[in-house]
């Protein structure tokens, strides 16, 4: 995938760019997408089913912060983990239909790909829930697990919620991209969204639920059948990736500044370093 292009939205068009006929290596990183989501969302299920669902570990720590805690720390390592696995470098790492849509907008990936990235994310969603059903039972559907969907605290109507994940994101996707526009610290990226996405899920858990990853909750909605916030889960995130991205690129224009690449690992798919 390109790692730089002109002007925001346009395909890139530099010496690493997907040509316009390369649909295949299109197609081939939007099904390794699929096949990284599904292994997040297996891995969040899994996570969330021997901490919060009936197991020793819920037995001996009861507290909900607690447990959120622990789920924060263990998605946020295990998330930094797969962006910089063989597969992540490879199409970058994404898993967030937000950040496939940020890099675009950034400059760094070509916008026909978009589209097979977050299909890809959004089957690899379902996919994983599926996946945990089959390997957990049936306790994956009941309470409090319900396959790990998410919902708003008592109280919160759909205008908060929209509010909080759109603010939430648009923090995110600024910090990942101040840090990807400087090569020195482009490489500790794959941690920063994991520490980001872990305190999301600490702090928010209670309130929002912390997606901040439209594919976080796609699988888990549907299948689960608690969609009534789930509009909110999928657009809030997108447009708050979207409105960082116009304040960002503005401020590289200012000062002449630009985003590198967009692996989340931070450096090319070889692993070799960024150029400023």
């Given at each position: 995938?390109?790692?730089?292009?002109?002007?925001?939205?346009?395909?890139?068009t530099?010496?690493?760019?997907?040509?316009?006929?390369?649909?295949?290596?299109?197609?081939?990183?939007?099904?390794?997408?699929?096949?990284l989501?599904?292994?997040?969302?297996?891995?969040?299920?899994?996570?969330?089913?021997?901490?919060?669902?009936?197991?020793p570990?819920?037995?001996?720590i009861?507290?909900?912060?607690?447990?959120?805690?622990?789920?924060?720390?263990?998605?946020?390592?295990?998330?930094?983990l797969?962006?910089?696995?063989r597969?992540?470098?490879?199409?970058?790492?994404?898993?967030?239909?937000?950040?496939?849509?940020?890099?675009?907008?950034?400059?760094?990936?070509?916008?026909?790909?978009?589209?097979?990235?977050?299909?890809?994310?959004?089957?690899?969603?379902?996919?994983?829930?599926?996946?945990?059903?089959?390997?957990?039972?049936?306790?994956?559907?009941?309470?409090?697990?319900?396959?790990?969907?998410?919902?708003?605290?008592?109280?919160?109507?759909?205008?908060?919620?929209?509010?909080?994940?759109?603010?939430?994101?648009?923090?995110?996707v600024a910090?990942?991209?101040?840090?990807?526009?400087?090569?020195?610290?482009?490489?500790?990226?794959?941690?920063?969204?994991?520490?980001?996405?872990?305190?999301?899920?600490?702090?928010?858990?209670?309130?929002?639920?912390?997606?901040?990853?439209?594919?976080?909750?796609?699988?888990?909605?549907?299948?689960?059948?608690?969609?009534?916030?789930?509009?909110?889960?999928?657009?809030?995130?997108?447009?708050?990736?979207?409105?960082?991205?116009?304040?960002?690129?503005?401020?590289?224009?200012?000062?002449?500044?630009?985003?590198?690449?967009?692996?989340?690992?931070?450096?090319?798919?070889?692993?070799?370093?960024?150029?400023?």
């Open positions: 995938m390109a790692e730089r292009s002109e002007q925001p939205g346009r395909t890139p530099g010496p690493n760019s997907v040509a316009p006929e390369d649909w295949a290596t299109i197609v081939r990183h939007g099904l390794v997408e699929a096949a989501t599904l292994v997040l969302l297996f891995g969040v299920l899994t996570i969330v089913r021997w901490v919060v669902g009936p197991s570990v819920s037995a001996t009861p507290q909900i912060h607690l447990q959120l805690l622990i789920i924060g720390i263990c998605v946020g390592i295990f998330l930094a797969l962006i910089l696995s597969p992540g470098r490879l199409t970058g790492g994404h898993l967030n239909p937000a950040v496939s849509l940020a890099m675009w907008r950034f400059g760094v990936f070509p916008g026909k790909a978009v589209i097979p990235y977050i299909v890809g994310q959004l089957v690899g969603s379902v996919l994983g829930g599926i996946v945990g059903r089959a390997v957990w039972g049936p306790v994956v559907e009941e309470l409090p697990i319900v396959y790990g969907a998410l919902q708003p605290g008592p109280g919160w109507t759909a205008g908060e919620l929209f509010l909080a994940e759109a603010a939430g994101m648009a923090v995110i910090i990942v991209g101040t840090f990807l526009q400087n090569n020195r610290l482009a490489r500790f990226v794959p941690w920063l969204v994991g520490f980001l996405i872990g305190a999301a899920i600490v702090a928010l858990g209670t309130t929002t639920g912390g997606s901040e990853n439209p594919a976080r909750q796609f699988g888990p909605a549907v299948l689960s059948g608690h969609i009534d916030f789930l509009w909110v889960y999928l657009t809030a995130p997108m447009v708050g990736a979207t409105l960082a991205t116009v304040v960002l690129n503005r401020l590289h224009q200012r000062q002449h500044r630009r985003v590198l690449t967009h692996r989340l690992c931070g450096t090319r798919a070889d692993g070799s370093r960024l150029d400023d």
